[in-house]
């Protein structure tokens, strides 16, 4: 997501940053790789043994009621967003709560902000961050003025009363305002098109902090990392002036008050078409004849259930097109595209719509059904960032560069937004989660037409993955995919939370388990924590027992560090007894499963696959292949599908022909 190709000036000096560093190779030690694995979260009756939810497992509950207005005249520092909203919290906790927490992320702009602090280079630009008009709690029927305490992008709102748990509800309503953050703002901002300001509205209205059964409230400051979220349902309302569009999270639920009958028509059209309909054409943009009132305001009313976000954008220089979108069990859904003018073109935003409903398509076919209504791509300043069922782009994303990041980013549909990962301190999972998910949907698409996928996420250079990660693990400033997110700086962001926690699964499914058993098992993970929090233990248990593998020597030598892989064909002699011994050795601390590729001097050759177990008491184990069988040459992972350090030492000639 955000800059695809922020990391890959980095990337260039990770070659010489190795080399610079390099080490004595450290030997296989078998008790090392192969001990048990603590996962560091206990079993218990809310998360099982088995990776899934327990059957006591419970989870709080935010559902929101919000109106929102953009004051494009502003506050003499820039256009302003202001909203009210009510939240009904739900304590389905066996805890009694005191307080409640809300993340108020906009407080990120504020000078001298921990997220500031922590970017460690000068704000690139400001703002007063939240104003909060009012905070009260629903009291007897009232809502009355709430204690509340502000620190940095944190809010405890003290209740007058204990919340108890099991299903107890209560009500709070909070009033605020801020400036609209520019093109400065990052994952939102505003900014000007050719013909007009695109407004990219996220982190727009306070959200709840998850409580949950592992940290309790979990109140991690937002220092431009993502986020972890409750699930509801939210009814929202956003007024802008007349002339604009609003593309929205959800469902638009009152068509006729906000677009034209032509554009309710065409829009209908869209609903049962495979093909890309216009809804407002290029040419139209600016007509106003396709707008249903001239001057004034107009308000969008949005509904999406069952989401932990919602985010829209708005503008008058917006074109509209939409497909439908064909799920499993004979759902549908909606693709949609909002561009400027000047995004327009087959070999560019035309085909946007195109990508997403793909995308959504092939997700849903492979993995987990796509659960809303519309999937929407939106052409603006706030590039390369998603949020469920939106997602924004930039409009000069063109080509093979516009699917691959349309693809990733409503990947993100399926994680974190319905596996509700924690972003805020594991963003190997979101992010690398759907790189991995994004490298089959290249393969995917159009039979091929953007395959394989070589981005910024993932094999940059657009070699074979195995070869481009080598760097990464052999410079010992990388920090392990097991990191918290706030952690890892930009140098190692795309490189390790992107790039290597999606080849860790791609080896898993490809060369460890194989699709079949690693399908099923991931099938069911998404399955059963769909709308849920699973943590990075509940993963691994549930690819352990969904599989029927023990993988610590996985997790432990590619997740909770950077150990490099490194077998060899070491020896290819006689034989006690007779016949060949063909010697494979581990010269580093990682083994995987391998094929050994055997050549007979009659021409013919086999493939034998040694597991992981091989090397599990030894540093090297042995295929012995019986006499009358005359062994030319031996080569270990001979189709370069792991990421083997040293390949001058992967085949062995044998010196005098054994047999």
Do not use: C
């Not at 000068?122 to 620190?151: C, K, M, R, W």
């Not at 979101?430 to 070589?454: C, L, M, Q, W």
């Not at 791609?506 to 399908?519: A, H, T, W």
């Amino acid at each position: 997501m955000k800059a695809l190709a922020a990391w890959i000036f980095a990337l260039a000096g990770l070659a010489a940053s190795a080399t610079a560093n390099a080490q004595p190779r450290p030997a296989y030690d078998p008790a090392a790789l192969f001990a048990p694995f603590d996962m560091g979260q206990a079993v218990n009756q809310y998360r099982s043994s088995n990776g899934l939810p327990g059957p006591a497992y419970w989870q709080n509950r935010a559902d929101y009621e919000i109106h929102a207005s953009i004051d494009e005249h502003g506050n003499g520092h820039g256009p302003v967003l202001t909203g009210s909203e009510i939240v009904t919290y739900t304590n389905n906790s066996p805890d009694a709560l005191d307080s409640l927490w809300v993340q108020l992320d906009q407080n990120l702009y504020r000078e001298n902000s921990r997220g500031a602090f922590a970017n460690g280079r000068p704000q690139q630009g400001t703002s007063e961050g939240y104003v909060l008009d009012s905070v009260e709690i629903e009291q007897d029927g009232h809502f009355v003025a709430a204690n509340h305490v502000v620190t940095d992008t944190r809010m405890r709102v003290d209740l007058p009363a204990l919340l108890a748990g099991h299903g107890q509800k209560v009500r709070m309503r909070i009033a605020w305002h801020f400036t609209i953050p520019g093109e400065w703002g990052g994952r939102m901002a505003w900014g000007n098109a050719q013909a007009g300001p695109i407004y990219d509205l996220a982190q727009w209205y306070p959200r709840m902090a998850v409580y949950d059964d592992i940290r309790g409230w979990d109140t991690l400051p937002y220092l431009a990392q993502e986020f972890y979220l409750e699930y509801g349902d939210f009814d929202y309302f956003v007024t802008v002036p007349a002339d604009m569009l609003v593309a929205g999270s959800g469902e638009l639920v009152n068509e006729a008050e906000v677009l034209t009958a032509e554009q309710r028509r065409r829009l209908e059209q869209a609903r049962h078409s495979d093909a890309t309909v216009m809804i407002r054409s290029p040419q139209e943009i600016g007509d106003p004849a396709s707008r249903p009132r001239q001057g004034g305001q107009l308000t969008w009313h949005f509904r999406m259930q069952n989401t932990r976000d919602v985010a829209f954008s708005a503008s008058r220089v917006f074109a509209w097109d939409a497909a439908r979108i064909n799920l499993p069990g004979g759902r549908s859904s909606l693709a949609m595209s909002f561009y400027p003018a000047e995004s327009q073109g087959n070999d560019r935003w035309g085909r946007s719509t195109e990508y997403m409903k793909d995308a959504v398509e092939q997700f849903s076919r492979r993995w987990f059904p796509y659960p809303w209504p519309a999937a929407i791509n939106i052409a603006g300043p706030a590039t390369g960032m998603e949020y469920p069922g939106i997602v924004f782009d930039g409009i000069d994303d063109a080509g093979k560069t516009l699917f691959w990041i349309s693809a990733h980013e409503i990947g993100h549909s399926w994680f974190p937004m319905i596996v509700g990962f924690d972003e805020r301190r594991h963003a190997w999972m979101d992010e690398g989660f759907n790189t991995f998910i994004d490298v089959y949907e290249s393969d995917d698409f159009n039979h091929g037409e953007y395959a394989p996928k070589r981005d910024g996420e993932y094999a940059p250079h657009g070699g074979n993955p195995v070869d481009e990660i080598l760097p990464i693990l052999a410079d010992p400033s990388a920090p392990p995919i097991l990191s918290r997110a706030d952690t890892v700086i930009e140098r190692w962001r795309h490189p390790v939370t992107y790039f290597k926690s999606a080849l860790g699964l791609v080896l898993l499914r490809e060369e460890i388990l194989g699709p079949d058993r690693f399908d099923r098992a991931f099938r069911r993970f998404i399955a059963e924590w769909a709308f849920k929090h699973p943590k990075p233990a509940d993963f691994f248990r549930a690819m352990e027992s969904g599989a029927g593998e023990d993988l610590s020597w996985w997790w432990r030598g590619w997740y909770a560090n950077n150990w490099q892989l490194d077998l060899a064909v070491d020896r290819i002699a006689p034989a006690e007894g007779g016949g060949t011994e063909i010697v494979v050795a581990s010269h580093d601390r990682l083994v995987m499963p391998a094929t050994l590729r055997v050549s007979f001097a009659d021409g013919s050759r086999r493939d034998y696959r040694l597991p992981a177990e091989s090397w599990i008491r030894n540093v090297s184990t042995s295929l012995f292949i019986p006499a009358g069988q005359t062994v030319t040459r031996a080569e270990i992972d001979p189709d370069h599908r792991l990421p083997d350090r040293d390949r001058a030492n992967n085949a062995r000639t044998a010196s005098a022909a054994a047999g």
